[in-house]
């Protein structure tokens, strides 16, 4: 085991600061970052309080700039957000108001860009149920609702 230097709580919450500057963090990553930097349980909640008060660690901020990054970069769809935001403990409603900082028109687009663009790579499987269900697994694993696939499928040409 490797004993690292223990930082005093004002050190600590220095270094907080500056790791929650850097990008929006949530409670989850800045306790498991204290605990790293040797603080107790104690310190570790007194250094949280003092980031929350001081607005440098804001659980809603955090979810929403989270669900819009990872649909606009990574196009996830809203199942995937939600199942990963609940994953670093948000609280449901701050779940809830980072579903509706995504558009639904833009939502739509991009569930039918990356719909066709997986219908169209498969253009060489000839078997069409093998071809629905590679897509349908692929959006599935996107985090796009059943629903949304079910209604793409319909709307193919036969």
């Not at 500056?18 to 929006?24: D, P, R, S, V």
């Not at 669900?67 to 957000?81: E, L, S, V």
Request: with cysteine; proline share 1%; net charge positive.
């Amino acid at each position: 085991m490797v004993w690292r230097k223990q930082l005093s709580k004002e050190q600590a919450l220095q270094k907080a600061k500056h790791f929650c500057a850097y990008q929006e963090r949530n409670h989850l990553e800045v306790r498991e970052k204290l605990y790293s930097l040797g603080l107790w349980k104690r310190d570790v909640e007194e250094v949280i309080s003092v980031l929350i008060e001081e607005d440098y660690l804001n659980e809603e901020r955090f979810a929403i700039a989270f669900a819009g990054g990872k649909f606009r970069m990574k196009h996830w769809g809203r199942a995937k957000i939600k199942y990963e935001l609940q994953q670093k403990k948000i609280s449901p409603y701050c779940i809830k108001e980072a579903m509706k900082e995504i558009n639904e028109e833009d939502y739509q687009k991009s569930f039918l860009a990356l719909a066709a663009d997986k219908w169209a790579s498969l253009k060489s499987e000839k078997n069409i149920f093998i071809k629905k269900r590679k897509t349908r697994d692929y959006l599935l694993q996107k985090g796009y609702e059943h629903a949304l696939i079910s209604e793409f499928f319909k709307q193919l040409p036969e």
